[in-house]
């Protein structure tokens, strides 16, 4: 799949300086003895990192007095699937290789593999592994691929982006005591996704250094990729990381101040970035008081299931539901749209669409299209379902509503008259003062920060709620707060006021112990 500049899909080059840090986070570096230093590159597009690489084995050469061409083909591995890349890899190399030894070879083709580096059968191990893996979503994997890594790799699991199996897989052909550094999303660190590789490099590798540079950008073009260096060794654990977190939009590599922290040896492995301890008998979590959090309706076909009112043409009314969307909380402001979910479901089962005729007409000239789903292929019988089950009964419950990305400074609360669209987390409550008084405490600093740390953020800094954030956060016990506390936070939260949310907060957070702008307990 071709992006607008021509690139494949995952296809993100590495400009020069986020190379050279990553070669020197290897010890790949041309004052080293590299003559028997093997190498891996398991993505190596155009070339970027094989021409630093290469570059480096010669300066090598010169200054340690060993054959550049042999080494050059005994120890260097470059990986490339996409046949144009691939080529371009290639001629690469042999032009670079002329240029430095003034011989025409095709070293290439001893030292370039063009082949899905997740299947090939590798025949030696390597002391260092470099690259840039591919930024694939795990929808955009090739469906075909997908049962083979999952079958392969531990940590392909849930919704996996292709970066985690080119972790293990890499992983697994390290050298003992061999170093891994790539460049990549942060979001592994974050996301669900990427807990069974958090715990497969907590347990059996030592984490040396991690260095997120999110706001950044070390490519070559501007991409939204969130990146992140991270260096791994195959190794006994050590007690510390290197850690820095950079928040400018360029970097000067020669002079990061990473500082330790704690290497946490549990396999729950939350955090990598800021391990802190947050169990205080005046914090709880959001669903031990009794509030429940979901994520709106996935329908696998919107343009078929949400219509806005004027496009129904004439579906029963007991088949349709007002529909919020994020896109209906926008600047600070709650707008419905008017979008209506059709609803296939009648008493937590799909209907008989000859109870509605209008319906079953709709549905049925739409039908080739409804077939093409995954879920409909699976379930043919099925073909008008969407892909996750709608309970009408929601739509009434009081609902504090969460847009997964969104650059809104104040949350709202759904009354009772919208059903959740997938974009948008939710948490119920059968007292709308109790919804009112957590989304005061969730618009604090206090809590802003908490998520700074364990969740995951847009570019600009702005934190995502997302279920799995939102489970971990740590709050006031509500029903502990004194009434004239409860009282000033619904009021805060009437008046749109986060200064006066953030006085009572903090005030608590003193109170009990708690440091409340970073999260910290005494």
């Not at 299947?119 to 795990?138: A, E, L, S, W």
């Not at 008998?281 to 078929?304: M, P, R, W």
Request: net charge positive; proline share 4%.
């Amino acid at each position: 799949m071709k992006r607008g500049n021509g690139r494949n899909q995952g296809e993100v080059f590495t400009d020069k300086n986020a190379i050279q840090f990553i070669l020197d986070e290897v010890n790949y570096a041309p004052d080293v003895d590299l003559k028997s230093i093997s190498i891996l590159e398991p993505a190596s597009g155009k070339g970027a990192f094989a021409i630093e690489i290469i570059n480096r084995l010669f300066q090598s050469s010169l200054l340690h007095n060993f054959s550049f061409l042999d080494s050059l083909i005994c120890n260097l591995t470059f990986v490339e699937l996409d046949k144009h890349s691939f080529a371009k890899l290639c001629s690469s190399i042999d032009e670079l290789v002329f240029n430095l030894t003034s011989k025409k070879t095709t070293v290439s083709s001893k030292i370039c593999l063009n082949t899905n580096f997740l299947t090939h059968q590798f025949n030696m191990k390597y002391d260092c592994i470099v690259g840039n893996p591919p930024y694939i979503r795990h929808e955009l994997i090739p469906k075909f691929d997908k049962p083979i890594y999952q079958h392969k790799f531990s940590t392909f699991k849930y919704r996996a982006d292709l970066y985690i199996p080119f972790y293990e897989n890499s992983l697994c052909l390290l050298k003992p005591n061999g170093l891994l550094s790539f460049i990549c999303s942060n979001r592994w660190l974050y996301n669900q996704y990427g807990k069974p590789l958090r715990e497969k490099i907590s347990t059996k590798y030592n984490l040396k250094k991690i260095l997120n540079i999110e706001k950044s950008s070390p490519f070559d073009e501007a991409v939204t990729a969130y990146p992140c260096i991270t260096t791994i060794q195959n190794s006994k654990q050590c007690q510390t990381v290197l850690f820095y977190e950079d928040n400018s939009k360029t970097i000067n590599f020669s002079t990061i101040p990473f500082i330790e922290v704690d290497n946490p040896k549990t396999n729950s492995w939350q955090n990598l970035f800021l391990h802190y301890n947050i169990n205080n008998i005046a914090l709880i979590g959001i669903e031990e008081q009794g509030f429940e959090i979901g994520i709106g309706v996935a329908t696998g076909a919107d343009s078929i299931f949400v219509k806005q009112g004027k496009e129904l043409n004439g579906i029963e009314r007991s088949r349709i539901l007002p529909l919020v969307k994020s896109s209906d909380l926008k600047n600070n402001t709650f707008t419905w749209n008017d979008n209506y979910l059709i609803n296939p479901y009648d008493n937590d089962e799909l209907c008989d669409l000859k109870l509605y005729p209008h319906l079953q007409t709709y549905f049925n000239d739409n039908k080739d299209t409804l077939l093409k789903r995954h879920t409909a292929k699976k379930t043919p019988s099925k073909w008008y379902k969407t892909i996750d089950k709608i309970k009408p009964e929601l739509l009434a419950k009081p609902k504090l509503l969460l847009p997964d990305l969104t650059g809104n400074k104040f949350l709202f609360i759904d009354e009772g008259n919208f059903y959740p669209h997938h974009n948008i987390y939710y948490i119920t409550s059968e007292n709308i003062s109790s919804l009112k008084t957590l989304a005061s405490i969730l618009m604090s600093n206090f809590i802003k920060n908490q998520m700074s740390q364990i969740g995951i953020r847009m570019n600009g800094g702005l934190p995502r709620f997302q279920s799995q954030v939102l489970k971990q956060l740590k709050i006031p016990n509500i029903n502990k707060l004194k009434l004239s506390d409860r009282t000033k936070l619904i009021q805060a939260y009437d008046n749109q006021n986060l200064d006066n949310t953030n006085q009572i907060i903090d005030k608590y957070c003193t109170q009990h112990g708690v440091l409340g702008k970073l999260g910290l307990t005494n």
